[in-house]
């Protein structure tokens, strides 16, 4: 039992009955991975790749067919009551509450985890993600951001020590994905440690500290984002000559200019410009899942 | 505490900001039965033990907007929650299911009463009017007891049927095929006495008559079936429905729609 590890996923399978099809589906084939306390770790992979069903199998709203989650050296499924007051979710699909405004879903919220009178925790969050002056309005009277930014205030009125973020930029324009970026990296300074599930590899590539792949219910790497950019991704080479060619190289990040040169027989003399484009996730990652 | 309290709250709140749905509506179709029923018809209906037909009629209709509104409280507030997903939030907060039952279960004794009291006083004025004189509350405390017994029943029923539905068809099944013949066949409106032995025979395997019963005990000092009887069955059906309730969050499911 390692209590320095925010999250322990160990050999995580999940087996369903494919309702129309009858047939058995693995989601999850033995996923294993750990999150160190205090970093953000990023979960990428394709749609059905069987992220949420882990994010699902640690909140408990999913029961895994074999394996567990240790979450801070609690097992969810021995002692969910505990581990459940250590993390806070960010579902991916918004949710809508029909009766209630934002303060009373707050006040709801605090009290689902035993909180009573945590109004200053509830008005910082509505502060901090700029929902204040909303605050007596209903969910169905709140654009597509100002829900998500509900979704997370939600999240984290127990000041939980590990979040789970499934999806929260998905449909989110360009300026609140920013803020929701610098926000998680100060949710990070504050000693939480996060679960972070995309398909924007850019977004894993600058926020998290770990990344783990994973498509058709299996890890396919696990270990630091530079690491799997340079072992997967490629650094583009755009060479234009003096006679008006223009030549283009892919080739490992590792390379450097002069190694291009001199394996493609080009001189420096008759260069005119050159572009080098770094190697990025997408790309790794592209090249991972087409394996 | 402050779990159990907080779901109970949501629970009222809920209601009360639908109240014309919730509590008007249950109580403009009970001032319309007794209205037709009660002031109506009532002169014709005679009794065998010489109660008037309205004061028959009145902790009937009270029973019946109690259980109704016990059971459509718990099961819409979840089929509701299943539409929007708030079920995932109650789901991943740690909290025991049993509180989940209870508050629902307290949830639907606050509305069905509110319902039942209202529906009580609307009677109370329709029997003043016409008989010139107050229906009576014999034992109170029995009224109370089966208030919270009638309620928890059937709001608990509720829970189990909107947790284990898969379709809103489901529930409304049970509640057009199941819940309402019981209801009308379970001594609202008729006293078995009235009945062929028959039919006399077959209510007494109607869980609701005993309910309905011993309610009707409590207001008029008399009914059909004795107080312990009565007192037993509905404790023994809370108790069952409690279990089917913590059955169906175990084997039901908290996703969406």
């Not at chain 1, 410009?273 to 592209?286: Q, R, S, T």
Request: glycine share 8%; hydrophobic share 45%; charged share 20%.
């Amino acid at each position: 039992m390692n209590k320095n590890l925010a999250l322990d996923i160990q050999k995580l399978r999940k087996t369903y009955i494919d309702k129309d099809s009858k047939q058995s589906v693995e989601a999850l084939k033995g996923v294993s991975f750990s999150i160190k306390s205090g970093t953000i770790f990023g979960l990428l992979g394709p749609n059905g790749a069987g992220k949420t069903t882990i994010i699902a199998s640690i909140t408990t709203l999913e029961k895994p067919s074999s394996g567990d989650v240790l979450v801070f050296g609690e097992s969810v499924l021995s002692n969910p009551l505990k581990t459940k007051r250590a993390v806070g979710v960010v579902h991916q699909e918004v949710i809508n509450t029909g009766f209630f405004d934002l303060n009373e879903i707050l006040d709801f919220q605090s009290g689902y985890y035993g909180l009573y009178k945590n109004k200053e925790r509830c008005d910082y969050l509505l502060n901090k993600l700029s929902l204040w002056e909303h605050r007596h309005k209903k969910t169905r009277q709140l654009s597509g951001g100002m829900k998500r930014r509900l979704m997370i205030a939600k999240a984290l009125v127990h000041s939980p020590k590990l979040l789970l973020l499934d999806e929260p930029t998905a449909g989110v324009d360009v300026g609140l994905r920013e803020s929701l970026w610098k926000f998680v990296t100060e949710l990070k300074a504050e000693g939480l440690s996060i679960l972070l599930t995309t398909h924007y590899l850019e977004e894993a590539e600058q926020l998290c500290d770990q990344v783990a792949i994973i498509h058709k219910g299996e890890v396919l790497f696990d270990g630091h984002s530079t690491d799997v950019i340079s072992k997967y991704a490629l650094k583009k080479f755009t060479i234009f000559l003096k006679n008006g060619t223009k030549n283009e190289f892919e080739e490992s990040t590792q390379m450097g200019l002069n190694e291009v040169l001199m394996k493609h027989n080009i001189q420096l003399s008759d260069i005119q410009d050159i572009k080098i484009e770094e190697g990025k996730l997408e790309k790794a990652f592209a090249k991972m899942v087409a394996l | 505490m402050i779990i159990f309290f907080t779901l109970l709250r949501r629970e009222i709140k809920r209601f009360l900001k639908v109240a014309i749905q919730t509590v008007v509506s249950p109580i403009v179709s009970s001032a319309l039965y007794l209205l037709v029923f009660g002031v109506s018809l009532g002169g014709s209906v005679s009794l065998n033990n010489g109660v008037p037909y309205l004061t028959f009629l009145i902790p009937g209709l009270m029973v019946m907007g109690l259980i109704n509104n016990a059971f459509q409280n718990s099961s819409s507030s979840i089929v509701t929650s299943k539409f929007s997903g708030d079920l995932e939030d109650i789901r991943v907060a740690p909290i025991p299911h049993y509180y989940i039952v209870w508050a629902m279960g307290f949830g639907g004794v606050f509305r069905g009463s509110v319902v039942a009291i209202v529906t009580g006083i609307v009677g109370a004025i329709f029997h003043y009017l016409q008989l010139g004189t107050f229906i009576s509350i014999e034992h109170p405390l029995w009224m109370i007891y089966f208030f919270i017994a009638g309620g928890l029943t059937f709001a608990f029923i509720g829970i189990g049927i909107a947790f284990l539905a898969k379709t809103f068809d489901q529930l409304s099944a049970f509640s057009a095929f199941i819940l309402l013949p019981l209801t009308y066949l379970g001594g609202v409106f008729i006293s078995i006495q009235n009945l062929a032995p028959i039919w006399q025979t077959l209510s007494k395997w109607n869980p609701l008559f005993y309910l309905i019963n011993g309610f009707r005990y409590s207001m008029l000092g008399q009914a059909d079936v004795d107080l312990p009887i009565s007192v037993a069955i509905s404790l023994f059906g809370v108790i069952v429905t409690f279990f089917i309730a913590l059955f169906s969050l175990t084997k039901g499911s908290f996703s969406r729609w």
